[in-house]
């Protein structure tokens, strides 16, 4: 596979072949995460093991092992690591299901509807501290640095969601801050540290950063695109969640900068709450179809696409390149 994002005619892209040559690694990363989940409470890891356990593909640790393999990392503390990423992301889809009030996530019910908000707030505690033990382990302090900072950036990121939300006059540049820190953070932490661990020079380091950085703002931007498209068995969640929930992502952003008086009413309305019914999300679906807000959006994560894919070209050509860059592929071909 050539350095550059596109679709082969006939190949549907896929994470199989990043899934297949990490798939040792990730046995070992599995053993840790179900080893720290143990607790003497019953319901943490009932609770925990709920949503680690529910369908996801684990991207974000394996982006860790994949970026180990790369640059011919031969220990085992990015196991370690890589389980530390895990228990972030599955702490703050925790969190935000509770923030957001959310039914369903991977298709499932979500553990705050089925064990209340107070259980999974105080679980998604538990497995940040768990998380901190496993950085601790891991036993590279840059590696602590780099993953405890993106812990904040995080956090920082879902507050900024918070007051931004239902603001029709969110700008675009706010918008972009907000994923950078709420999903990008997490996936260019995740594939620095494998350089971190392995102790490679400085550029390699920024290449894996700027690789994940990327997919993760392309990742969002698919994500907020085909909330507008799909319907809850393709996305794992309600379609519309982010129009009910007051979001200004940027399908919205753009629909409304395009429309005329009427449609910046409705938009108005909506983004507020007045406009919530099932007829009126038919409408802002049809609304950001006719401005091509939609294609826009994924045109941007494309763009991004690009740049991740690009930032490998320092590395030499292998497997887990040609892996890394169709995980990339599949990232934005899921809108498709």
């Known amino acids: 596979m050539s ?4 679709r082969l005619p006939g190949h549907t892209p896929s994470l199989d072949p990043m899934i297949g040559l990490v798939a040792r690694d990730m046995d070992h990363v599995n053993a840790v995460i179900v080893e720290r989940m143990r607790s003497d409470i019953p319901l943490i890891p009932e609770l925990a093991g709920h949503l680690i356990a529910g369908g996801g593909k684990r991207m974000r640790p394996m982006l860790t092992l994949a970026g180990a393999q790369l640059v011919g990392y031969a220990g085992d503390r990015h196991h370690l690591l890589a389980a530390a990423v895990e228990f972030i992301h599955t702490a703050t889809l925790l969190h935000d299901d509770v923030v957001d009030g959310s039914d369903l996530r991977r298709g499932k019910r979500t553990a705050n509807i089925i064990w209340g908000n107070p259980a999974s707030v105080l679980v998604g505690d538990f497995l940040f501290s768990r998380s901190f033990e496993l950085m601790v382990a891991g036993g590279h302090m ?9 812990s904040a950036v995080i956090a920082e990121g879902e507050v900024n969601q918070l007051t931004a ?17 709420k999903t990008a953070a997490l996936f260019a932490a995740a594939c620095r540290i494998a350089g971190i661990v392995a102790e490679r020079p400085d550029a390699e380091e920024v290449a894996l950063d700027a690789y994940g950085r990327n997919l993760g703002i392309a990742f969002q931007l698919v994500d907020d695109a085909i909330d507008y498209t799909s319907d809850a068995g393709t996305m794992g969640k309600d379609a519309g969640d982010d129009f009910r929930e007051g979001k200004m992502t940027l399908p919205v952003i753009l629909a409304y900068a395009r429309g005329g008086a009427e449609d910046r009413t409705f938009w108005r309305d909506a983004v507020e709450g007045r406009r919530t019914a099932d007829a009126d999300f038919a409408h802002a679906v049809d ?16 763009h991004y696409g690009q740049r991740a894919v690009e930032a ?9 390149k040609d892996a890394m860059i169709e995980a990339v592929d599949f990232a934005v071909a899921r809108a498709y």
């Open 142 to 150: 840059r590696a602590l640095e780099i993953l405890s900072n993106a």
């Open 312 to 320: 490998l070209a320092i590395f030499p050509d292998s497997a887990i």
């Open 165 to 181: 939300a239902r603001r029709v006059d969110l700008p675009e540049e706010r918008y972009l801050d907000i994923i950078h820190a």
């Open 287 to 302: 609304l950001v179809r006719r401005t091509r807000a939609v294609d826009d959006t994924l045109a941007r994560a494309r």
């Open 3 to 6: 350095a550059t994002l596109h």
